[in-house]
């Protein structure tokens, strides 16, 4: 199992980036695939998830109407626009095995993380 995190970076506050997860070595058709987040000093906590079987998604309340996550082939996307100072976190991505739960205890792999860096 492998999962690719990429796309992080500095952006100004109001602004968009788009983060990509690269899965391999599994069906992703059988899992989910989840987005989390963690601040300094934080825990981690769930952004989005998709489900690979049919495309259905769950998100966190503070990142409803921002962010997007989709799914290309082997590739799920995190689109982020508006974004907040308070989003500046390492984004993290899993594979789920508790559906479209927003939970860590649902990941049974983890991608290495990305930086995202939100200037207000």
């Known amino acids: 199992v492998q999962l690719q995190a990429s796309g992080g970076g500095l952006v100004q506050a109001g602004g968009s980036l788009r983060l990509s997860c690269a899965a391999s070595?599994?069906?992703?058709?059988?899992?989910?695939i989840g987005w989390f987040r963690q601040a300094p000093g934080k825990e981690r906590e769930g952004v989005s998830v998709?489900?690979?079987?049919?495309?259905s998604t769950n998100a966190a309340d503070s990142v409803k109407g921002r962010f997007t996550i989709s799914r290309v082939k082997n590739t799920v996307y995190l689109q982020m626009s508006s974004l907040k100072a308070e989003d500046t976190a390492v984004y993290y991505c899993?594979?789920?095995?508790?559906?479209?739960?927003?939970?860590?205890?649902?990941?049974?792999?983890w991608g290495q993380g990305t930086q995202v860096t939100v200037s207000s």
């Open positions: 070595g599994f069906t992703l058709e059988s899992y989910a």
């Open positions: 998709i489900l690979g079987i049919d495309g």
């Open positions: 899993g594979r789920g095995v508790m559906g479209l739960s927003l939970h860590t205890l649902g990941i049974d792999n």
